[in-house]
């Protein structure tokens, strides 16, 4: 199945709407959401960003973390934060991957986990 055809709107749960706001805000490239509910997961849902380098890296976690906390959400894990390539937020129904723009491409959540459901990702 082509990637356009995977693409369905999905109507989110609201923490994962106010983490796309926040990265947004935090002016985060190439927002993705992957459905994993039915690809076997671990996860409900991935949210996939980018940043252009470290400092914004850690804003667009920093926002995403503040946003959710204001709702009484913390994650229960953060790996990354320190190196700032990556920024892995795990908040048990879904995960948030805050990436640099090599370490993305490299590890290529989105073809690694071809089976799952693009969501169309609509910012406010």
Known sequence: MAKAEQRRKTRLPKQITLA????????????????????GGFTDFFLICSGTNSRQIRAIADGIRDALAAEGVKPSHVEGY???????????????????KETRTFYDLERLWGNAETVDVVVA
């Open 82 to 100: 320190d190196q700032s390539e990556w920024i892995l937020l795990d908040y048990f129904d879904f995960i948030v991957h805050v990436f640099g």
């Open 20 to 39: 796309i706001q926040a990265a947004s805000d935090k002016q985060a490239n190439e927002l993705a959401v992957l459905d994993l509910r039915k690809a």
